[in-house]
């Protein structure tokens, strides 16, 4: 154990450059809009909030290491070579017998989360390793079974959700379809290849329908014992309808097996939306139905999309907390959300706590410092929705729904001075009218060169906090 724990604290050193591309959700070519009213209502609430946080919280967190893909034995995969990987496997799950996080504080992440700016949250309840984060009946392999379950909160999830509906937060439960540790996904009697099942379905279909029916069931206690949620946030889309399998799932180094893992979503979905009704439905990269937003991963689409769609970026370089994390500068997520909102998406900043439940000093700081910009500058960006030309130069638009009004967000390098005068082309405001930089309020000159908008910025305008190397401007077109 001593040696095994060694190997944890190398692999916290390691952990932040480990190439997880092959674990990484691309987004689906094809989009499906829905048919019921509820959830085209809830879709369009979601759709104004634009900037939302993942909280990437569970075992993974103690040793600090990328979340639970070193259970996985794909050769993207990283290991100590001189430790079994049946040994390693026995050593990760045994984390739940010393997982005690004794500062669990969601009212600090939900407070840091407020400060951003943010508007909606996505929680982990279960990620692939199969350690819920919540009190669930259907397996003593959780949170409020182990160590911590003498704490008040041991009900992790509860208290987490509590906290964000009280800061006004729209609220998500990730959920893993796969599960590692469930001798009916993963059985011991084989060996575990890759993230697929390790067994045949067809030999075997009471296994798996004894996994269809405990994800069931799991999911039906988030759904009727957690209070009011908005989305319910499906990862691992290799877990899938046999025909659904396509080129972009091929891509992933997996290997797909020829066997149909279906977990039932029309019986899923039923009982969700029963008990919630009006739920968001994000079956990731499976197209259809229960997908009513797509979730591109570390990128940004090239192009503007037409449809409901979040880009799923951490603030750091992993997902999970890792000590010594390189954390993104305030500048550069101002710069990732502008771009995403005005290509018609939102952006789902990943956040992980410490093993002790907190969040980590610089996190906390670097979302309070995003969200001075955001408390100046949200009208660009809340509620907002696409213009067709969305970006000029350094230049990113978007427009309010009633298209009447249209934002401007100028984007330049934080470390350089300012200008005294920006210009764009397209997007031309009313003649005549008022052009507001959010920044203070203040009206700014502009004018008009046949189809280039030059806007002359205050001289008194300093490169301060609250600018972060973008500048909104709002205008009539109309």
């Given amino acids: 154990m001593k040696k095994l724990n060694l190997v944890a604290l190398v692999f916290l050193l390691l952990a932040v450059n480990v190439n997880a591309q092959d674990g990484v959700h691309q987004q689906s070519t094809v989009y499906e809009w829905p048919a019921d009213q509820k959830v085209k209502a809830k879709l369009d609430k979601w759709e104004d909030q634009k900037f939302g946080m993942l909280i990437h919280w569970g075992l993974y967190a103690v040793p600090g290491i990328i ?24 050593w990760y799950w045994g984390l739940s017998k010393t997982f005690y996080p004794s500062k669990f504080n969601p009212d600090q992440w939900a407070k840091a989360g407020k400060d951003a700016g943010m508007k909606y949250m996505i929680f982990t309840t279960k990620h692939h390793d199969g350690f819920a984060m919540f009190d669930t009946k259907q397996s003593d392999f959780n949170i409020a079974s182990g160590p911590f379950k003498a704490n008040p909160k041991a009900d992790v999830t509860k208290y987490v959700f509590e906290s964000f509906r009280k800061q006004g937060f729209m609220i998500g439960a990730y959920f893993s379809k796969p599960d590692w540790h ?32 405990f994800s069931f069931n799991q999911l039906s206690e988030l759904m009727h014992n957690y209070g009011a949620i908005d989305i319910l946030w499906l990862d691992g889309g290799w877990v899938r309808p046999l025909e659904t399998v396509n080129d972009e799932v091929r891509s992933w180094g997996a290997a797909i097996p020829e066997w149909s893992q279906d977990i039932d979503m029309p019986k899923i979905s039923g009982m969700a939306r029963e008990a919630q009704p009006g739920l968001l439905m994000v079956d990731r990269t499976v197209h259809g139905p229960y997908e009513n937003y797509q979730t591109p991963e570390q990128k940004i689409p090239e192009k503007q999309l037409d449809h409901p769609w979040e880009s799923c970026l951490t603030l750091g370089n992993a ?105 764009w082309e397209g997007n031309l405001p009313k003649k005549g009218s008022k052009m507001i930089l959010l920044n203070g309020s203040r009206i700014v000159k502009w004018e008009l060169n046949g189809n280039t908008v030059k806007v002359y910025l205050p001289k008194t305008l300093k490169n301060s906090p609250d600018v972060y190397g973008a500048l909104a401007f709002s205008y009539p077109v109309k």
């Avoid at 979340?67 to 026995?90: C, F, M, P, Q, V």
């Avoid at 010594?324 to 305030?330: A, E, L, M, R």
Wanted: aromatic share 14%; proline share 5%; with cysteine.
């Fill in 319 to 423: 997902w999970g907390f890792v000590a010594n994390d390189k954390y993104k500068q305030p500048d550069e997520v101002i710069r990732s959300l502008v771009e995403v909102v005005a290509k018609g998406g939102s952006l789902l900043l990943g956040v992980g706590p410490r093993p002790d439940g907190t969040f980590p000093e610089v996190a906390v700081s670097r979302l309070e410092q995003i969200g001075k910009w955001m408390k100046v500058n949200g009208k660009a960006i809340y509620g907002t929705r696409i213009t067709a030309d969305y970006h000029n130069g350094n230049t990113w638009f978007t427009q309010s729904k009633d298209q009447l009004v249209k934002n401007a967000v100028y984007c330049f390098k934080p470390d350089h001075n300012l200008p005294s005068i920006i210009e």
């Fill in 182 to 213: 469930s001798q009916y996904f993963w059985w011991s009697k084989y060996a575990t290849p890759d993230r697929n099942t390790n067994y045949d379905i067809r030999k075997h279909p009471w296994r798996w329908n004894q996994f269809k029916q």
């Fill in 67 to 90: 979340e639970s893909w070193e259970l996985n034995s794909e050769s993207w995969i990283e290991r100590d070579s001189t430790i079994a990987y049946e040994d390693y496997k026995k």
